[in-house]
């Protein structure tokens, strides 16, 4: 609504958000506290196929041009062609690796060219297309072309203009997504918060990024010590950035006022059980026999409007792309992650928050390390929670 939009402030040319982020960087700016979407890319000038591909994927499919790749929906000569001449590749045409028995050859669904399976990692559903039959696998120049998420950004901000003592809310993902995943949230807090979503590597704008333990503490770091230093700050992190989240938290006590831990009570660290570890090394395996597209499309068909809008999950997901070129490296940083050993070191509250169905074994150990701390075990539909509270502080 108007006052809504009128109490959001951009973070460029505004005296209090200068004040705000002591060093403002180049790489971020607000997004729209209204609807939080970066503004849509266009494919590079220079890049003929990637132009070529747009105008393939905004043109209705042509079923059956025999290619045998599966890129039945390209339709144009040209795109047919870039397959041919592609088909002959001794390299993978992103990361320029060979080609070989245990390298195998793929296609970009939208421009063509040959990649590695290392490269061939990115789901999207582009503007224009409609359903998940319409989810294409692409490379890293397709992704940035037709991703609703603005690249040349590490952030995304909303929060009131109209008060700069509010606290600070510093929004971490999940692996597989990016910034992009906390809009609604964003949208429902940035009245009376200044909210900050990031990027972790190898997701979002850091997608070109190496994902390790110490990239992904640093980018969390460097962030809070650039831009929001001193101020009132609470850390909230699901799943892969709640585990970071606890990491950080015992790494940098001082710098944060509170913590919300999503969707992070299962012990895949160190100490972790063998059920657990399994499980992990299961998951790692299972990217090797579901292709990345048909592991999207189970997850949303499986997902329950009652709980999930598939609207959203869209907006938030599936329109800006789906990450898995960093599953890998996110698998062995959370082998490395160890909350037993961190959570005791950070003496403020936390808030553990687990979905009624979600796997939360380790879920009465972090109550027991953390120093503060109460716990909700959402039931209800999203929107309309029906909380279960246990140990409030």
Known sequence: ???????????????????????????????????????????PADTATAAAATAALLAPPTPGNGNGNG????????????????????????????????????YCESCNRALCGACFSSVILPEGRVGVGSLLTVCKLCLKAFSSLDFTRTFDYAGPADKPEARVLLFVHGGGSCRSMFRTQIRALSSDFHCFSIDIPGHGSLIDTPLTLRSATDTVVDFVRNNISGKQIIYVGNSFGGYLGMHVLGLYPGFFTGAIICGAGQNVGPSAGVASKVGLSLSGSAQAVVSRKRAVVLATRALDPQYVSPQLWEECM????????????????????????????????????????DRHDAQDMWLNLAKAHTTLTAWGPVGLPRWEPRLPV
């Open 71 to 106: 890129h039945e929906r390209c339709a144009s000569p040209q795109l047919r062609e870039a397959v041919a001449s592609d088909a002959a590749a001794l390299h993978c045409r992103q990361c320029h690796k060979a080609f070989g028995f245990f390298t195998w050859r793929n």
């Open 318 to 357: 599936l329109r800006c792309g789906v990450f898995f070129g960093a599953s890998d490296q996110q698998i062995q940083v959370l082998k490395t992650i160890d909350p037993v050993k961190q959570l005791p070191k950070y003496p403020g509250p936390i808030l553990f928050v687990n979905g009624g169905q």
């Open 1 to 43: 609504n108007a006052n809504q939009t009128k109490a959001q402030t951009r973070m460029h040319g505004n005296d209090f958000t200068r004040g705000l982020l002591r060093q403002p960087s180049p790489e971020g700016e607000a997004c729209d506290g209204e609807t939080l979407r970066s503004p849509p890319q266009t494919p």
